[in-house]
C-alpha cells in the first residue's frame, strides 16, 4: 500500500518561498509510469494541481503556477519537493502531495500552510 505523507513549515511569511516535501512508502517514486503531485486546496475553494513530476524526472506545470513552482525529487530518500516563490496571502491553503497526474489514486492526509506576516 502507497502511503504519501507531506511535511514543512506550517506559516510562511509573505514575499518568501514555501517548501514541502512529500516522503512516499510503500513505492518507488521511479516505478515505471508513475507520476508525483503537489494540489492544494485554499479556504473555501476546490482543489487546485499545481504540477507533478514523472518516475523519469519529467515535470508538468500549471499554466497558472508555472511561474512560481519548482518540483524536484530525492530518489534516494524516495521524496519529491514542491518550492512555491513570492508567496501571499492568498497561497495559504492545505497542499496534499498525491500518486498520479490526471487520475490521483493515491493521497497524503495534506497539511495547511498559512502565508501571513
Known amino acids: 500500500q502507497v502511503q504519501l505523507q507531506e511535511s514543512g513549515p506550517g506559516l510562511v511569511k509573505p514575499s518568501q518561498t514555501l517548501s514541502l516535501t512529500c516522503t512516499v512508502s510503500g513505492g518507488s517514486i521511479t516505478t515505471n509510469d508513475h507520476y508525483w503531485s503537489w494540489i492544494r486546496q485554499a479556504p473555501g475553494k476546490g482543489l487546485e494541481w499545481m504540477g507533478a513530476?514523472?518516475?523519469?524526472?519529467?515535470?508538468y506545470d500549471s499554466p497558472s503556477l508555472k511561474s512560481r513552482t519548482s518540483i524536484s525529487r530525492d530518489t534516494a530518500k524516495n521524496q519529491f519537493t514542491l518550492q512555491l516563490s513570492s508567496v501571499t496571502p492568498e497561497d495559504t491553503a492545505v497542499y496534499y502531495c498525491?500518486?498520479?497526474?490526471?487520475?490521483?489514486?493515491?493521497w497524503g492526509t495534506g497539511t495547511l500552510v498559512t502565508v501571513s506576516s
Open positions: 498525491a500518486r498520479g497526474h490526471s487520475a490521483l489514486a493515491y
Open positions: 513530476i514523472a518516475y523519469s524526472g519529467s515535470l
